[in-house]
């Protein structure tokens, strides 16, 4: 499985932003995707997971700004951002859990993409 996230950039604070995650190789091997963000001088934390039809979001602030949802399968995977806050600057990555065909589990990182939100 490949990753790909895309949709980061500069947006002032209070604005949005849509980021996406294209999975590509053997998507039917993913069972779960999830959101981390890695703030300037922080470690990475999760920030979502997105496994069958349920979303969970780890950090109250994100609830009611943040929507997170799968396409097609595990095909593609959103992070709708809204009101968004100097708080939320940070490279942001999405990755799959997955069952290979040998029953072990794996987890596959995507490149990062940089959101900055500016005061």
């Known amino acids: 499985v490949q990753l790909q996230a895309s949709g980061g950039g500069l947006v002032q604070s209070g604005g949005s932003l849509r980021l996406s995650c294209a999975a590509s190789?053997?998507?039917?091997?993913?069972?779960?995707m999830n959101w981390y963000r890695q703030p300037p001088g922080k470690q990475r934390d999760i920030i979502a997971t997105?496994?069958?039809?349920?979303?969970?979001f780890y950090d109250d602030s994100m609830k009611g700004r943040f929507t997170a949802s799968r396409q097609n399968g595990y095909s593609a995977l959103t992070l709708q951002m809204n009101n968004l806050t100097p708080d939320d600057t940070a490279v942001y990555f999405c990755?799959?859990?997955?069952?290979?065909?040998?029953?072990?589990?794996?987890?596959?990182w995507g490149p990062g993409t940089q959101v900055t939100v500016s005061s």
């Open positions: 990755n799959a859990n997955v069952q290979e065909a040998d029953g072990r589990y794996a987890t596959t």
């Open positions: 190789g053997n998507i039917g091997s993913i069972y779960a």
């Open positions: 997105v496994s069958g039809d349920t979303t969970h």
